[in-house]
T-cell receptor, first 119, second 114 residues
């Protein structure tokens, strides 16, 4: 089966512009997560969707970040307006439904990440 | 609340030598523990995980880790380093009630010297 995919792989934008990152989870995975790694620091949780609902958005840094998952399939993360400190690698991950009993039910499968540079 | 501490942001070993990457965690609930690896220009790949049961877990590429509750540690080892092991390694923890967010350490870059 195809893994988690993210688009674009790289994005360079100027401060004040808007950027939208996309994540396509593994088919059938109800759980979708966004994480971010700012240079030199740890990978930090941003939010968690269960299907189209936000289960936990405690890691979202501020209201310049908007995550959506319409229809419970792919997700987008919009940054508007972007600031210099938003630069980093944004990872998406997905995992199977709760209680599915599927192999790897407690494992999050990560995408390759989107490297965002704000200049 | 959970946290992970990885000792050493950079570790260098000679090819064929033992690899030891240290990880200590803090968790208010029984933890699930993970090691992820990121090769250059690639995404995060799960090396191994501890959920329940046997405390010594084996992963891919000859890596293993031992969960020591008394020491709150989950160190990663490999008996003999290979050049292809050069990558960044992340220790991570989540709650044992599934599907919770994962908390990562700051990562350790492993350099393998020929």
């Amino acid at each position: 089966e195809a893994g988690v995919t993210q688009f674009p792989s790289h994005s360079v934008i100027e401060k004040g512009q808007t950027v939208t990152l996309r994540c396509d989870p593994i088919s059938g995975h109800d759980n979708l997560y966004w994480y971010r790694r700012v240079m030199g620091k740890e990978i930090k949780f941003l939010l968690h969707f269960v299907k189209e609902s936000k289960q936990d958005e405690s890691g979202m840094p501020n209201n310049r970040f908007l995550a959506e998952r319409t229809g419970g399939t792919y997700s987008t993360l919009k940054v508007q307006p972007a600031e210099l400190e938003d630069s980093g690698v944004y990872f998406c991950a997905s995992s199977p439904p709760v209680g599915s009993g599927r192999v790897g039910s407690y494992e999050q499968y990560f995408g390759p990440g989107t490297r965002l540079t704000v200049t | 609340a959970q946290s992970v501490t990885q000792l050493g942001s950079h570790v260098s070993v000679s090819e064929g030598a033992l690899v030891l990457l240290r990880c200590n965690y803090s968790s208010s609930v029984p933890p699930y523990l993970f090691w992820y690896v990121q090769y250059p220009n690639q995404g995060l790949q799960l090396l191994l995980k501890y959920t329940t049961g046997a405390t010594l877990v084996k992963g891919i590429n000859g890596f293993e880790a031992e969960f020591k509750k008394s020491e709150t540690s989950f160190h990663l080892t490999k008996p003999s380093a290979h050049m292809s092991d050069a990558a960044e390694y992340f220790c991570a923890v989540s709650g044992s009630w599934g599907y919770q967010k994962v908390t990562f350490g700051t990562g350790t870059k492993l350099q393998v010297i020929p």
